[in-house]
């Protein structure tokens, strides 16, 4: 028995589509977020846009005003610093949806979205879509390292993730400390509470995937770090990855290289945070970092 009640929202029972308050967090993404967007103003309604800006250095927080003026219905926007978890988490909090789903400025939504995600709700309270990775061949056809607890897939990236907004408020959110690795921490915590997690394929967004080698084993370095801060907080996990599928399906010079990249990203957060107080205690809660002095709503 979990420590909430989870039932389908009002509108749905009632056969109409559920609100949805869509969650993005960008940094510098002038080069997507446009396309993005276009992509979302083709929803299914009714829905909400919040984007949160961690105050870019580019173009992006004027395309977003630009596109606020012009569906002042539709779009909000906010500025707030921190990592993603921290603007995500600060997104949630001015969403109107009682269900939220989150995608990333580097994506594009598929024309049913909203309506999959919607499908999907009948089944969980939290549902996942399929994420089809763009960008150069060798780097797409990378499959994600799987993360099983008690059968279930965590790793489902917050790119294409709905979580009831009780429910996501309940567990504490994402918890900011994270550099990445939030959404596997929040879905790891979120199923360990009893929760269940849908996999609804037509529910489909595009990443579009770092395009050089350098950025790309960057990415992954990071990845890895923020691997080493999921074993701080829930102990030993390395068992439940699916590590041997992955080698067995993917045995490629490139393949190897993010394995490695991981791995030193691994080993640089077990060296340079051992034994200090920027260890993520075990069983510790989410931390609702970001203080509202940093954070500003532009006029709806």
Same mark, same amino acid.
């Given at each position: ?18 609100? &949805? ?23 299914? *309604? ?22 606020? *003026? $012009? ?5 909000? %926007? ?14 949630? /909090? ?8 989150? &995608? ?17 709700? @009948?089944?969980?309270? &939290? ?5 089809? %990775? /763009? ?7 990378l499959e994600r390292v799987e993360l099983l607890q008690h059968g279930v897939d965590v790793t489902y990236p ?32 979120? %199923? $360990?509470?009893?929760? $269940? ?11 579009? %995937? ?13 990845? +890895? ?22 080698l067995s399906t993917q045995a490629s010079p490139l393949a190897y290289a993010r394995l490695l990249a991981a791995?030193? @990203? ?22 609702? +970092? @970001? ?10």
């Amino acid at each position: 028995m979990t420590w909430w009640s989870w039932s389908l929202p009002a509108a749905e029972k009632k056969d109409e589509p559920a609100f &949805i308050s869509v969650v993005i967090t960008v940094r510098n993404e002038e080069r997507h977020l446009a396309a993005l967007f276009e992509s979302l103003l083709r929803q299914s *309604r009714p829905f909400e846009v919040v984007l949160v800006d961690a105050y870019s250095d580019d173009r992006t927080w004027e395309i977003a005003q630009d596109f606020q *003026r $012009r569906h002042p219905d539709l779009i909000r %926007v906010f500025q707030h610093r921190g990592h993603r978890g921290a603007g995500r988490n600060y997104g949630v /909090e001015q969403a109107r949806g009682p269900t939220v789903a989150f &995608i990333d400025g580097d994506c594009t939504a598929g024309p049913q979205w909203l309506e999959q995600l919607r499908k999907g709700l @009948g089944h969980a309270p &939290i549902v996942a879509g399929t994420t089809a %990775v /763009e960008g150069p061949e060798a780097f797409s056809q990378l499959e994600r390292v799987e993360l099983l607890q008690h059968g279930v897939d965590v790793t489902y990236p917050s790119c294409n993730l709905a979580y009831p907004r009780q429910m996501f408020l309940g567990l504490g959110g994402f918890d900011e400390r994270f550099i990445t690795a939030e959404d596997i921490d929040l879905n790891l915590r979120a %199923v $360990r509470s009893g929760a $269940r997690i849908h996999f609804e394929p037509g529910a489909l967004v595009h990443h579009f %995937v770092r395009e050089t080698v350098p950025r790309f084993l960057l990415q992954a370095f990071w990845n +890895g770090y923020g691997r080493k801060q999921l074993t701080e907080k829930h102990g030993q996990l390395w068992a439940n990855y699916q590590y041997r599928r992955m080698l067995s399906t993917q045995a490629s010079p490139l393949a190897y290289a993010r394995l490695l990249a991981a791995l030193v @990203g691994y080993f640089t957060r077990l060296v340079t945070v051992s034994g200090t107080d920027r260890r993520i205690p075990p069983d510790a809660g989410a931390g609702a +970092g @970001g203080s509202p002095s940093h954070s500003k709503q532009v006029a709806e």
